[in-house]
């Protein structure tokens, strides 16, 4: 069974920086597509960055474009997520996913998930 672990959240003033940080175990993440989503209370998740098992393919929405960059690491089985001039809204839970299929991951539909981990922005 796939076990996703998220790490690296915390608390950062606007303008600053974080790394986050999913370790995979109990199955290779070389054949994934996987993904960051976030969530505040009261909100539906939403895909925020995803790419492809062998990162030939990218996205990121609009409200990180330019920001964020999502990367992954097979021979570690991690993904990560460098968060860069940080604002409040991105304050949230962040959570990792992943899904065999691209087309079903920022959709989140299926998608294998971590326990999330709070990333707040204080202005």
């Known amino acids: 069974q796939l076990r996703l672990v998220e790490s690296g959240g915390g608390s950062v003033q606007a303008g600053g920086s974080l790394r986050l940080s999913c370790a995979a175990s109990?199955?290779?993440?070389?054949?994934?597509?996987m993904g960051w989503f976030r969530q505040v209370p009261g909100k539906e998740r939403e895909g925020i960055a995803g790419l492809t098992s062998q990162s030939s393919l990218i996205h990121y929405d609009d409200s990180v474009k330019g920001r964020f960059n999502i990367s992954r690491d097979n021979t570690k089985n991690t993904l990560y997520l460098q968060m860069n001039n940080l604002k409040s809204d991105d304050t949230a839970m962040y959570y990792c996913?992943?899904?065999?299929?691209?087309?079903?991951?920022?959709?989140?539909?299926?998608?294998?998930w971590g326990q999330g981990t709070q990333v707040t922005v204080s202005s």
């Open positions: 996913a992943a899904n065999p299929r691209w087309s079903f991951l920022l959709r989140g539909v299926d998608n294998n």
């Open positions: 109990g199955y290779d993440i070389s054949s994934f597509s």
